[in-house]
T-cell receptor, first 114, second 113 residues
Framework: GAVVSQHPSRVICKSGTSVKIECRSLDFQATTMFWYRQFPKKSLMLMATSNEGSKATYEQGVEKDKFLINHASLTLSTLTVTSAHPEDSSFYIC??????????FGSGTRLTVV | AQSVTQPDIHITVSEGASLELRCNYSYGATPYLFWYVQSPGQGLQLLLKYFSGDTLVQGIKGFEAEFKRSQSSFNLRKPSVHWSDAAEYFCAVGGDQGGKLIFGQGTELSVKP
């Protein structure tokens, strides 16, 4: 079946630094990927839609300059959290539209900003 | 407004007992409906999906769900719960296949021996 790999699974960074999270579709091409954020004991909130070869579409309230998304190839989308602060600490999950007609999710990245 | 409501935040069932997790949605177009399961610190695994056709859909791990348009519901069921089913369950709705999703707040399932 379709597999989406997300890396790293956990990252700790200092406040003010930037962190890059990768989302790869391993056995299919994904022209569209999605980035979600999940707070503890909370649901997933869509942050942005990543489109291969074009600009990402951000949901209302999401700072596009803080959460930079790049989708340079048909199998890779990256989310960069710039100038991270403790309030950016969260669980970030990507998904990709797979050939079977559903979203396949990565395993998530736990970001802790100290 | 588009939304998904899972009325039960936490459910506890005995192993071997039947299970039903409720999901109601509000969506302005034809809904594509999904159930995902999440173990602690992990990503989401698709249990089943409904796009069209038979309103009773079968999924993995013995789960099934029934789409009831008149009630705007898509409840998840399992006839006999196993201890390994303990996890967080999310219902989601979208406007197309594999597109962006709106999630419910999740139902945490605990299974007691």
């Amino acid at each position: 079946g379709a597999v989406v790999s997300q890396h790293p699974s956990r990252v700790i960074c200092k406040s003010g630094t930037s962190v890059k999270i990768e989302c790869r579709s391993l056995d299919f091409q994904a022209t569209t990927m999605f980035w979600y954020r999940q707070f503890p004991k909370k649901s997933l909130m869509l942050m942005a839609t990543s489109n291969e070869g074009s600009k990402a579409t951000y949901e209302q309230g999401v700072e596009k300059d803080k959460f930079l998304i790049n989708h340079a190839s048909l199998t890779l989308s990256t989310l960069t959290v710039t100038s991270a602060h403790p309030e950016d600490s969260s669980f970030y999950i990507c998904s990709a539209r797979d050939p079977g007609g559903a979203g396949t999710f990565g395993s998530g990245t736990r970001l802790t900003v100290v | 407004a588009q939304s998904v409501t899972q009325p039960d935040i936490h459910i506890t069932v005995s192993e071997g007992a039947s299970l039903e997790l409720r999901c109601n949605y509000s969506y302005g177009a034809t809904p594509y409906l999904f159930w995902y399961v999440q173990s602690p610190g992990q990503g989401l695994q698709l249990l089943l999906k409904y796009f069209s056709g038979d309103t009773l859909v079968q999924g993995i791990k013995g789960f099934e769900a029934e789409f009831k348009r008149s009630q705007s519901s898509f409840n998840l069921r399992k006839p006999s719960v196993h201890w390994s089913d303990a996890a967080e369950y999310f219902c989601a709705v979208g406007g197309d296949q594999g597109g962006k999703l709106i999630f419910g707040q999740g139902t945490e399932l605990s299974v007691k021996p």
